[in-house]
Every structure is written in structure tokens, then in C-alpha cells.
């Protein structure tokens, strides 16, 4: 998103005492977290991976959280103003199906062969070089990705309630390092889960105010002038692809497939909470109860968009095609708020804004910390230490990991940031569609050999950046013209076919690693009561199946589109 | 390892906010923020609703509460 804008306009909120103080309330509540999570911490596999022992209610909860950052919402509902109903996708077929398949197919492999991190399963599977890839792409990604996270947040902060950038910065940060070296994933991972509720509670009554305003579902049919806006299908606007046959293949292959399989199975901010689960039915319950709430809060995210276009004056003016007074469709938000929110329920909307700016940071540094600590300071500088070293390198690399964020965020201040936010974003993305390709071939063909590992990485790596950069205007060599998601879908899934080509030709010449080294790695290779889960004590009882719950969630998608499609 | 209970601390956020809330939309409340929301007294009704959630987590803390899984390691007190 281009938060530059969001400085121009006029978007300072009238908060009052009333709000201030639910936000310190909030404040004091994440602190107190961290600091009696601080007690359960005794081994680096508490600090790292909360001693794998949290409910799956929990785990599934912050599966999601951890994904529906501040950034991630405010340019949710600016998609919903701009594009309307189509913006779903991003939420049903660009989610749900893939969330259930990390459940069902994948989580076997990963909470079943005892890794720690993705990387650490890279490494298990196809050794040092692909390991080393995927770590440190990984570890530098988080700490850019959380220093823009706390840039966004302070842009925003400054033009919500006039704080200067520094100190939100600052003081964002500083609260996260605080709880995260407390207490660790489990305090990240119970301040998500909190996050969740809060911004649930600050947009429901977001979109309940707008919905009466608006004259309720009926209301807006009659008032949205452009009536192709209401259907989810073919969204030709959205991918940018103007034929809709090919648009809606862009959607399901591209979105639907690549892209979200590539994000939520190989991310390990993602996975990591699924690996913290108490047992394996509660690993593989992790998505899947993460995929209810992702398939339903389109309605407090989605609509509140909409119904912005209709009600918020500066939007509508905008939709008609006019400059809009400043304002850009990611001001949604808190237009929104501006406008429909007294004081009180003001303050739990700005606290929602920022615990989802801050468990957004969290999230990036705790999955960080991790794959620094195991990965990389463990695998590669110094092995064989007591594990209290560990437990204390984990808190160091917490600490590293704050640092630099704040250096990057103050970095993209410097340069005067969307644009650099932007660039970076897109570069992190185009390792995940090649990851997801190495993996699936990995857990599913034994013969795939280490060398086929690093190879078709870099090689998918590659097509995904050379698709972004000869599709992107700004670089002046547009040989590929595709306005909108389609040029992302496109150089996903390009990069995921040459992954697989690359794989299997250079598997055809290099030799395989011995069977004996992939027993719980790859599927033929793994017994079954190896990827089962147990059904006794607290996974227990037909509805704690992982089966049952995903088709579920995948029959409500399917009832979801048949209304709102 | 064994954390404390999740539940009871959404039952105090939520129940803390849901009085101040309450008390916001009951005394608090002036014309321009009925007009601000459509005439609806929102401070009220979300405090009411986060008041509720509240109670449901605290019932289920106490009906369910954590036990303590005796087939993995004993607790470490620090």
C-alpha cells in the first residue's frame, strides 16, 4: 500500500481520554502476558516453540492472527472499495483450500518428523545448500518485512492522532521486544489470539453502523451503481485480465493454487504456530480451525469497504473518478472510523489497528528468532552447546531482531517509503511459489535429490523475478502488460512449473539420498501410524477430527460463494 | 511447560472494556455521537456484546478448566 498518502489527508481522529485509556489498557495487558509467560520459559524449545504444548483453539486462532496484520487489513477493505465483492477471493479460494491442505497433507510431515522450523525440514529432506537458501532468505525477510510493518504503523499513528514517526516507532517496537523476549512464541502467540478478538470487536461495530447507514444489504444493491461490483465472478477488474474465461483460470490457478498453497504451507510465521500444538491432531487442527474465521471475516472487512465507497464523501468522489481530496483507497479504515465511531468504541478501534500492526511485528521476530537460533547460529557457528546457550542466543536474536527493524523502518523513512515498501514486499513474495514447488515434489517423490533441491528453488526463483520485472511499469522495460494481480498470478505460476522442470530433469542426472534418510520426510518412506494423529484424551471425539472439520470449512466456502458469488 | 490460562485473561480485557463501555454509552453519551453513529447508542451495544463474550470464556475457564497432562514431562518451576 502507498502510505505516503495516508499523511496527506485529512485523517486526524477526534480520540478523547476515554480512548487513550482502553489503549493503555490494552498496553498493560500485552506487557503483563509477556511477563508471565516469562515463567513457563525453561528450555529454548519453550522460548522457540512454545515447548509444542498449546491447545489447537489457540495455535488456530493465531494461525490466522499472525496473517491478518495491519496492513493486510487496510488494504483488505481499500480492495473491497475498489473492486467490491470480487476482493473474496482473497479470502476463500486464496486461503481456505490451502489451509486445509498444510492440515491434512502436509502437517504430517512437518509436526510427525519433529523439525523445528521449515528451514529445518529443508535441510532434513535436501540438505545444507537448499537449507541455506530458504534460511536466510527467510531470516532477512522477516526483519525487513517487521521494519516496514513498524514504518506503516508510525505513518499511520501520525496521521490518526499526530504522534511524530520516531516515537511510534520506537515505542511499537520496544513493547514487542518486550513481551517477545519475556515470554517468547507463547506470549507472541496468546497476544495474537487477543489481537484477534480486539479487532473483531473494533469492526463489527464498524460495519454495523455502516450497514444501517447504508440501509442494510438491500441498501447497498440499490445504491452501488456499477452492479458487476456485487458479484465475486469473473473479477476482470481485480486480476487485470480482461477476458473473463481467463481471468477466472488467472483466479483459480494463480491465486487459488500457487500463490496461497506457496504462502501458507511453506511460511514459517505461518507454520510455526501450528508447530507449537500439543499433540499431532492439534497440529493439523491449526489451519483448519484457522480457515472459520478467515472464510466469515470478509463480512467485517470486505463490507465496511463497500459500504465506504458509498457513504464516506471523499470516497465516493474518488470511485466517480475524481482526485479524491488526497485520500487514496487505503484510507479506507479510518475514514471509516472518522466518521461513523464516537469516543469509546473509537478507542477499541485504534487499539485493534495497532495490536494488529504490533502482533504483525511479533509474529516476523519470533519466527525470526527461530530460524536464527536453529538454523543458523546452531547449524552452521557453534553445534553442541547446553541448551540454556540456546534459550540465551533465542533472546539475543530477539533483541538483533528488534534492532534492525527499527533501523529498516527508519531506513524506509529516510527514503521516503512506499515505494521501497512496495519493491520489497514483491521481492519477498517470489520465494514462495518455488518453495511450495520443491516441497510438494520433495514429500511426495522419494528419488528427488538434494542437488534438484537448491537448483529448482533458484531456478523458479529467478522466473518469478524476471516475470515481476518485465511486467512492472516503473521499471521502463514493460515487455508484459498486465494491470492489476495478474502479472503476480502469472509469474507464480511460471515459477512453479519451472521448479518442477528444473527438479526433475536435474534429479534424472544427480543421485538421490539413500531411503534409510528420508523415513518421515516423504511419504512413501513414512508408516502410517507415523502421519496419523491419536483420537484418545484431548483429541478425542468426532468433532476434533481434522478430516471433518476441513471438509467443513470447505463445504461452508463452497455454500459462501453460492450466496455472495 | 505450562502456561496460564488464555481464557481468563480475554475474560478480563473483554469484561474490563464491556463496563467501561456500558458506562460510557449509558452516562456518557451526547447527541453528536448518536447523530456520529446513526442513532445508535454503539458504546452501549458493543460494551453489552464484549461484556457477553467475556462471560463465555469465564464460564468455559471454569467448566473446562487447563489440566495438567501427566504423560508428558513434570512441570519445571524457575
Redesign the interface.
Known amino acids: 500500500m502507498s502510505v505516503s498518502v495516508v499523511a496527506e489527508a485529512d485523517l486526524r481522529l477526534d480520540a478523547g481520554p476515554i480512548d487513550y485509556a482502553l489503549l493503555v489498557i490494552y498496553f498493560v495487558v500485552v506487557l503483563g502476558i509477556g511477563v508471565m509467560a516469562r515463567r513457563s520459559v525453561s528450555s529454548s524449545l519453550d522460548f522457540l516453540l512454545s515447548g509444542r504444548s498449546l491447545p489447537a483453539w489457540v495455535t488456530g486462532l493465531a494461525f490466522i492472527s499472525a496473517n491478518l496484520g495491519a496492513l493486510e487489513l487496510m488494504g483488505m477493505t481499500a480492495n473491497g472499495a475498489q473492486y467490491g465483492m470480487a476482493t473474496v477471493h482473497y479470502y476463500w479460494i486464496g486461503a481456505i483450500p490451502a489451509m486445509v491442505f498444510l492440515g491434512l497433507v502436509m502437517m504430517p510431515f512437518y509436526y510427525g518428523s519433529k523439525v523445528r522450523s521449515v528451514p529445518e525440514f529443508m535441510r532434513r529432506r535436501f540438505g545444507k545448500p537448499a537449507h541455506l537458501v530458504n534460511a536466510i532468505s527467510f531470516a532477512v525477510a522477516q526483519v525487513l518485512i517487521a521494519g516496514i510493518n513498524l514504518f506503516a504503523l508510525a505513518v499511520i499513528i501520525d496521521a490518526l492522532l499526530g504522534w511524530p514517526l520516531p516515537v511510534s516507532i520506537v515505542v511499537a517496537a520496544v513493547v514487542v521486544l518486550a513481551y517477545t523476549t519475556l515470554g517468547g512464541l507463547s506470549a507472541a502467540i496468546y497476544n495474537e489470539v487477543l489481537q484477534f478478538f480486539v479487532i473483531v470487536a473494533a469492526l463489527a461495530p464498524l460495519t454495523i453502523v455502516g450497514l444501517i447507514k447504508v440501509g442494510g444489504w438491500q441498501g447497498i444493491v440499490e445504491k452501488v451503481t456499477d452492479q458487476e461490483q456485487l458479484s465475486a465472478w469473473p473479477a476482470t477488474e481485480l486480476t487485470g485480465i480482461n477476458s473473463p474465461v481467463w481471468s477466472v483460470i488467472g483466479l483459480v490457478f494463480g491465486l487459488g493454487f500457487v500463490l496461497s498453497f506457496g504462502y501458507w504451507t511453506t511460511n514459517f510465521a505461518e507454520v510455526q504456530r501450528a508447530m507449537s500444538a500439543k499433540s499431532m491432531s492439534a497440529a493439523k487442527r491449526t489451519p483448519i480451525i484457522g480457515a472459520y474465521p478467515k472464510a466469515l471475516i470478509p463480512a467485517i472487512i470486505i463490507i465496511p469497504g463497500i459500504i465506504a465507497a458509498l457513504i464516506v464523501p471523499e470516497m465516493a468522489q474518488l470511485k466517480a473518478g475524481a482526485a479524491g481530496d488526497g485520500v487514496d483507497y487505503n484510507d479506507v479504515l479510518p475514514l471509516l472510523m472518522r466518521d461513523l465511531l464516537p469516543n469509546g468504541i473509537l478507542g477499541i478501534a485504534i487499539t485493534g489497528l495497532l495490536a494488529s500492526f504490533m502482533a504483525g511485528v511479533a509474529a516476523n521476530v519470533s519466527s525470526f528468532n527461530t530460524v536464527f537460533t536453529y538454523d543458523l547460529w546452531q547449524d552452521y557457528v557453534k553445534k553442541d552447546r547446553p541448551d540454556e546457550y540456546y534459550l540465551r542466543v533465542g533472546r539475543l536474536a530477539t533483541v538483533g531482531a528488534c534492532v534492525l527493524a527499527i533501523g529498516t523502518a527508519f531506513i524506509a523513512a529516510a527514503l521516503g517509503g512506499s515505494n521501497i515498501m512496495d519493491y520489497i514486499q514483491a521481492l519477498f513474495s517470489f520465494f514462495n511459489a518455488p518453495l511450495f514447488a520443491t516441497f510438494i515434489l520433495g514429500m511426495f517423490w522419494k528419488r528427488m535429490t538434494p542437488t534438484a533441491g537448491w537448483v529448482g528453488l533458484l531456478a523458479g526463483t529467478f522466473t518469478a523475478i524476471f516475470i515481476y520485472v518485465i511486467s512492472e511499469p516503473s521499471f521502463g522495460i514493460e515487455l508484459l502488460e498486465l494491470p492489476g494481480q495478474g502479472a503476480s498470478f502469472l509469474g507464480a505460476g511460471l515459477a512453479f512449473v519451472v521448479d518442477i522442470l528444473v527438479s526433475v530433469a536435474v534429479t534424472m542426472v544427480t543421485r538421490p539420498k539413500p531411503d534409510s534418510e528420508l523415513v518421515g520426510l516423504v511419504y512413501s518412506l513414512t508408516p502410517k501410524e507415523d502421519r496419523a494423529h491419536s483420537t484418545t484424551g484431548e483429541d478425542a471425539g468426532w468433532y476434533r477430527s481434522p478430516a471433518l472439520l476441513g471438509g467443513g470449512v470447505l463445504a461452508l466456502t463452497t455454500v459462501l460463494y453460492f450466496i455472495f458469488g | 511447560?505450562?502456561?496460564?490460562d488464555?481464557r481468563l485473561?480475554?475474560a478480563?480485557?473483554?469484561g474490563?472494556?464491556g463496563v467501561?463501555?456500558v458506562v460510557?454509552?449509558l452516562g456518557?453519551?451526547s447527541d453528536?455521537?448518536?447523530r456520529?453513529?446513526?442513532g445508535?447508542n454503539?458504546?452501549l451495544?458493543?460494551g453489552v456484546?464484549?461484556a457477553a463474550?467475556a462471560a463465555v470464556f469465564a464460564a468455559w475457564a471454569m467448566l473446562r478448566p487447563q489440566f495438567v497432562?501427566t504423560d508428558?514431562q513434570p512441570l519445571?518451576e524457575?
Do not use: C, H, Q, S
Request: aromatic share 16%; no cysteine.
Open positions: 511447560m505450562r502456561l496460564f488464555l485473561i480475554i478480563f480485557l473483554f474490563l472494556y467501561v463501555l460510557v454509552g456518557f453519551t453528536e455521537d448518536l456520529k453513529a446513526e445508535v454503539i458504546n451495544w458493543a456484546a464484549m463474550l497432562d508428558k519445571k524457575l
